[in-house]
């Protein structure tokens, strides 16, 4: 049978472990811990940015590279550090992460000015680049393909989308409750325990040999990234007409074409190509880039809703996140039990009509709070829909790969991830400005609604991508008798 094409979830062999034991348990509560954080961190600060700016004399035109810094840095250089992990190993370049993310919050929350803060946005996006493929990949590696696999990906998963409503709520709690230092502070101590307990419970991994490390490959896709997603949030804030955007993004595709031609013509590819070659890896990547991409865009969307239409606080705006966080927990908890029962092909088909259905639900927003039933109905059902398609893309995207590959499958993953999270703002940001006609919370709800209808186009594309390509050929089935 050919795993690298079979639709459903792998059946699991006779000797495959169907329960965790202590340790594989603490080594799982580790890797979460680590993921879960750097799922807070981007989102943490986007409540805190006004109260940040008035401290540290950030100009408006300037705040917006708090965050970019930061999503710069972690979607730019993900793919390099996931190659990294499987050449120099995954747990020291996780340990390694970890350290520099501790340093970097640590120095954040001490920043006496914008320069000082803004180093500590890169390196906390560099480190951020450097844990999440290797925290990802030490997970596949340690728990063997089929049910326990699928069940960490699934908590994984839901403890990552989690991980970015928490944070709103957290950073809106902190900034009112303490300061906004404190939302890099709180990294600090979780970073201590990881680093202190990983060494004992997890063991290094690593390919059994060394391939060398593609240079040309490296630096034409990493800066490709970097002049993409830098165009993308220019479009964003700028609007997708302007040099500022145009140019970036041109020359990011541009250095994108050259990484391809780099990869079909060195010995030791950053990416093979025959791995993009895999259905699995290909598509289940496009389904989880819309994942990303529409549910954190649809998290800002909603954010201009409830603050500039109904007029809530950002605290009151964040913790009405929290029936998204439940919802995307649920869906992280089930999944792997739906993978099971269903495949993962009609995983991400059932997650994708959810998350399409209760996106579009979203167009009968009103400008009265009375609409908040219906926000809160269809974010609870929508973050399950979504949590649906995001670990079956995970379990999709590394299944069927030795472990030698295994880092690369996750790093391409984790890129996917990140990439889709910095993409997804700009994109409906930009949309639902160029829709408002005027000015005012009426004028406002029409851009908006525009910016949800696309969103939930989008969705669609997503769901039709996998019913139209993750299936099985006929020919495979024929070969192995399936």
């Given at each position: 049978?050919?795993t690298?094409?079979?639709?459903?979830?792998?059946a699991?062999?006779?000797?495959?472990?169907?329960?965790l034991?202590s340790?594989?348990?603490?080594?799982?509560?580790?890797?979460?811990?680590?993921?879960f954080?750097?799922?807070v961190?981007?989102?943490?600060?986007?409540?805190?940015?006004?109260?940040?700016?008035?401290?540290?004399?950030?100009?408006?035109?300037?705040?917006?590279?708090?965050?970019?810094?930061?999503?710069?840095?972690?979607?730019?250089?993900?793919?390099?550090?996931?190659?990294?992990a499987?050449?120099?190993?995954?747990?020291?370049?996780?340990?390694?992460?970890l350290?520099?993310?501790?340093?970097?919050?640590?120095?954040?929350?001490?920043?006496?000015s914008?320069?000082?803060?803004?180093v500590?946005?890169?390196?906390?996006?560099?480190?951020?680049?450097?844990?999440?493929?290797?925290?990802?990949?030490?997970?596949?590696?340690?728990?063997?393909e089929?049910?326990?696999?699928?069940?960490?990906?699934?908590?994984?998963?839901a403890?990552?989308s989690?991980?970015?409503?928490?944070?709103?709520?957290?950073g809106?709690?902190?900034?009112?409750?303490?300061?906004?230092?404190?939302?890099f502070?709180?990294?600090?101590?979780?970073?201590?325990?990881?680093?202190?307990?990983?060494?004992?419970?997890?063991?290094?991994?690593?390919?059994?040999?060394?391939?060398?490390?593609?240079?040309?490959g490296?630096?034409?896709?990493?800066?490709?990234?970097?002049?993409?997603?830098?165009?993308?949030?220019q479009?964003g804030?700028?609007?997708?007409?302007?040099a500022?955007?145009?140019?970036?993004?041109?020359?990011?595709?541009?250095?994108?074409?050259?990484?391809?031609?780099?990869?079909?013509?060195?010995?030791a590819?950053?990416?093979p190509?025959?791995?993009?070659?895999?259905?699995?890896?290909?598509?289940?990547?496009v389904?989880?880039?819309?994942?990303?991409?529409?549910?954190?865009?649809?998290?800002?969307?909603?954010?201009?809703?409830?603050q500039?239409?109904l007029?809530f606080?950002p605290l009151?705006a964040?913790?009405?996140?929290?029936?998204?966080?439940?919802?995307?927990?649920?869906?992280?908890?089930i999944?792997?039990r739906?993978?099971?029962?269903?495949?993962?092909?009609?995983?991400?088909?059932?997650?994708?009509?959810i998350q399409?259905?209760?996106?579009?639900?979203?167009l009968?927003?009103?400008?009265?709070?009375?609409?908040?039933?219906?926000?809160?109905?269809?974010t609870f059902?929508?973050?399950?829909g979504?949590?649906?398609?995001?670990?079956?893309?995970?379990?999709?995207?590394?299944?069927?790969?030795?472990?030698?590959?295994?880092?690369?499958?996750?790093?391409?993953?984790?890129?996917?991830?990140?990439?889709?999270?910095?993409?997804?703002?700009?994109i409906?940001?930009?949309?639902?400005?160029?829709?408002?006609?005027?000015?005012?919370?009426?004028?406002?709800?029409?851009g908006?609604?525009?910016?949800?209808?696309?969103?939930?186009?989008?969705?669609?594309?997503?769901?039709?991508?996998?019913?139209?390509?993750?299936?099985?050929?006929?020919?495979?089935?024929?070969?192995?008798?399936?």
């Open positions: 049978m050919s690298s094409e079979t639709a459903a979830a792998p699991a062999s006779p000797g495959t472990p169907q329960r034991t340790r594989p348990l603490l080594v799982l509560v580790i890797l979460l811990a680590a993921q954080m750097l799922a961190d981007f989102s943490i600060l986007n409540v805190a940015l006004p109260a940040i700016g008035a401290g540290l004399g950030f100009s408006l035109a300037h705040l917006q590279w708090i965050a970019t810094a930061f999503a710069l840095c972690a979607a730019g250089f993900t793919l390099l550090f996931g190659r990294l499987d050449l120099l190993g995954r747990r020291r370049v996780f340990l390694g992460g350290a520099v993310l501790g340093a970097a919050s640590l120095l954040g929350g001490l920043a006496q914008p320069e000082a803060l803004i500590a946005r890169v390196f906390q996006g560099l480190a951020t680049a450097a844990v999440t493929p290797a925290g990802l990949s030490l997970l596949t590696t340690s728990f063997p089929g049910p326990l696999r699928e069940r960490a990906l699934g908590l994984n998963g403890l990552m989690a991980g970015f409503t928490t944070g709103a709520i957290l809106g709690l902190l900034t009112d409750l303490l300061s906004w230092r404190w939302a502070f709180i990294n600090v101590p979780v970073s201590l325990l990881v680093l202190v307990a990983a060494p004992v419970l997890i063991r290094e991994s690593r390919p059994g040999s060394r391939p060398r490390l593609d240079m040309p490296a630096i034409s896709v990493t800066l490709g990234l970097l002049a993409v997603i830098f165009g993308l949030t479009a804030e700028h609007g997708w007409a302007t500022g955007a145009l140019l970036p993004l041109a020359a990011g595709a541009l250095l994108l074409v050259v990484f391809c031609l780099v990869e079909s013509r060195v010995s590819p950053l990416v190509l025959e791995v993009l070659r895999r259905r699995t890896v290909a598509w289940g990547n389904a989880g880039l819309i994942a990303f991409v529409t549910e954190t865009s649809l998290v800002f969307l909603l954010t201009l809703y409830l500039n239409v007029g606080s009151g964040g913790l009405s996140f929290g029936v998204l966080g439940l919802g995307t927990v649920l869906g992280g908890s999944a792997p739906v993978i099971g029962r269903i495949g993962t092909r009609s995983t991400l088909i059932a997650g994708g009509l399409t259905a209760f996106t579009a639900a979203l009968g927003l009103g400008d009265a709070r009375s609409s908040m039933a219906l926000l809160l109905v269809a059902a929508g973050g399950v979504n949590m649906l398609v995001i670990v079956g893309f995970m379990v999709t995207a590394t299944s069927g790969l030795p472990d030698h590959e295994q880092g690369l499958a996750t790093g391409l993953a984790t890129m996917t991830q990140q990439v889709g999270i910095t993409m997804g703002t700009p409906m940001s930009a949309i639902s400005t160029s829709a408002m006609a005027g000015t005012g919370a009426v004028a406002m709800l029409g908006l609604k525009t910016a949800i209808a696309v969103n939930a186009a989008l969705v669609l594309v997503g769901l039709l991508t996998s019913m139209l390509f993750l299936h099985r050929p006929a020919a495979a089935a024929t070969v192995t008798g399936m």
